[in-house]
């Protein structure tokens, strides 16, 4: 798995593309797909660094995948619609699942969304197993959680969903929705909420 960051808009939000690292991935059009975790891509200048970096790496978007709602996650998702409108978005129109832990698999990837509800109502995690790698959202942050007191949040939620992410291993890579990457294992040791 390859992982780039950008840091976008004001809040230093995180975007992430992500890519599997098999070569047999190529389209016919030799474009390798590609994952778009929280476009928070914010005005042209950011708009086109992402997409500059898509062309460039030869990839093709095959999903969106939203954290949650709130505006510096999605303020470049326009900009990814107006090039890709057929573009599937998990994670935009989420209501809690049935059953807990749903798996998917795109781009040659496999993850389970994980409902973790706290910072927002529809806040979602995606955990990629197989590479030991949990993209958080502002759900968990190195050394910190997402805030509570805004429209959606709600603390005793957020606790229950940190409980959640406590029983990963402890390897697992965390890319937080704003900051730098930790691992569960840390978090559990350092983080005061975990």
């Known amino acids: 798995m390859q992982i780039k960051t950008f840091y976008c808009n004001p809040y230093r939000e995180c975007t992430y593309i992500v890519t599997a690292d098999r070569e047999e ?15 928070g891509m914010y005005g042209e200048r950011e708009e086109e660094r992402v997409m500059k970096y898509l062309t ?7 999903a969106i995948l939203i954290t949650h709602k709130h505006p510096d996650h999605v303020c470049g998702l326009e900009c990814l619609l107006r090039q890709w409108p057929e573009l599937p978005i998990l ?16 781009a040659g990837m496999r993850f389970r969304i994980l409902a973790t509800p706290g910072h927002k109502e529809d806040s979602l995690c995606f955990w990629f197993e197989e590479e030991n790698t949990l993209f958080s959202g502002d759900t968990l942050f190195e050394g910190s959680i997402g805030r509570t007191d805004l429209p959606g949040g709600d603390m005793q939620q957020i606790i229950r969903s940190l409980n959640h992410l406590k029983t990963l291993p402890d390897c697992t890579i965390v890319y937080a929705g704003h900051g730098y990457p930790t691992t569960i294992g840390r978090e559990k040791q350092q983080n005061p909420y975990m």
């Open 25 to 39: 991935l190529k389209t016919d059009q030799a474009l390798r797909p590609c994952l778009i975790i929280d476009p």
């Open 56 to 62: 460039e790496q030869g990839l093709q978007p095959a």
């Open 91 to 106: 994670g935009l129109k989420f209501t809690m699942p049935d059953q807990p832990d749903q798996v998917q698999e795109i």
